[in-house]
């Protein structure tokens, strides 16, 4: 499934407000789009450790109604309920207001074992396996056996090396997948049995070939007018 | 005041399914009996994140572990708790010099002035095991995020039984134009310094924040005052902002303290020893006898 539709919402949303994570959002959509349509049941949570990847989730909450329209395309103004990173205090869906790194495993854990049987995921980025919190977190997390499914947002270009080894020494199940296969993405988030790695290789800038190009150029830049002209028609079918 | 927090802990967790006790591998046989209690191991930020994340599904976290290892090693991850507005009680052993023969990766005499700068942290400063107690259960009732500093340094009396979070107690009201204020457990120290001396008002501050400005207004307006921190200074400004006279300030001084020994010898290396406070009245009073 294409999700277009919700790239385009991004490009504007990230022009108009001069700021944003567009590559970020962009390697991430998939896995959040099916977080919230096929992977979560009804009490489960969804925490996004990688917070700057917010245009995604924004995205997504504004597609099912969680957040109206007008909200996700005031982004980044003075006082948006949508900020550069996701703000708990402002959203109810969002868990906890992140941004820095290596944080959100740690709070997902002790939400999990507070809520006593739902299944909390947890969306983390390559890079944030270099943080120690993050670390420690997953250390937690196996020798707990919490109901906790990390997905790792494996970027091609930087990915975590020996990530399958990692998950595993730490007690996880770990499985692989391409991160913008929504089949896949589902199938490997089925398991429930434990605490579950899912190493969803992706593409920063997936779907925006300037982005995929050079996503660390892109990383925080936001495209002027006629950038942003130019990316929406690449996603217009 | 450690092993009033073992017994508190425990009763908590008895009678709040909410309470749940967090710990950094320290202190375990201590809370052997405590109902709901995971140690962390040597984690402590994905501790703290983890409180964070047990106050967000509606728990009453209390996380315990040695100062430095939570006011500075996992001072970011307080800070975000706090950012979220969740609810989390940090309570910590050691105060500043405690341990006195470990080294300076030991001491804390930082961690006040470290979390007066995450907004929304009280900061709790009990003098003695029953106000620790009161406190930790004020705490709990509260809905709020604390930070509680137990020390082995304790004052005489226990004021437990009167002792509410966020107001001051007036330790005596005396009949000269001048006041101590002693920060959390200074009190041992500034008690031994008075004994001989009702004329002179002390006012005991044992929460260092939300601050009782109305009782330190009344008691020392126009006052000179000596002000007692037992660590890094941090209340100087708040206390000139309640219209007090001249502040002399006594607290440890910002250096690394590279001797060892007792947590009495520490407190003397420090410069908050009750000889220093008594040749400090001088400065606020300068006609008592010496």
Redesign the interface.
Known sequence: MNLNHLKREIVNATQAAHTGHVPSALSVLDIIYVMYHNAMQSDDRFVLSKGHAALALYAVLADIGVISHEAFMAFGTRDSICGGHPD??TIPSV???TG?L??????????????HGPRVFCLIGDGEMQE??TL??L??VGS?ALPVTVILDNNATHPCRGAVDIFQAYGFTTVECNGHNHDALTQCLEYRSGPLAVIANTIKGNGIARMMAEPAAWHSRAPTAPEAAEMIAELTP | MRAQFAKTITDLCEHNDRVILLYGDVGGWAFRNVPRA?N??I?E???????????????I?VVYTIAPFLAERAF??IK?NA???LPVIYVTVGASYDYGTMGATHHCPADIATLYNVPGLGLLCPGAPMEADAMLRQAVDSGAAWYMRLSIERGGRDYGDVLQIGRAIVYQSGSIAAAIIAVGNSIAQVTQAVRDMPEMTVIYLPTVRPLDTETIRSQCAGKPVLLIEPFYTTLYADIAACGVGNIIGLSPRREFIRHYGTQRQMTKASGIYYADIRSALWAIYPVMTA
Request: proline share 2%.
């Open positions: 708990s205090v868990e906890f207001s820095s290596g944080h959100g495993l740690g709070m997902a854990a002790g939400l999990a074992i507070g809520l120690g919190a420690e977190a250390r937690l707990m | 995971i962390c191991g984690s930020q994905a501790m703290v994140s983890m409180a964070g994340g047990l106050a967000k599904a509606g728990m976290p970011e991850q975000v950012y979220n507005n």
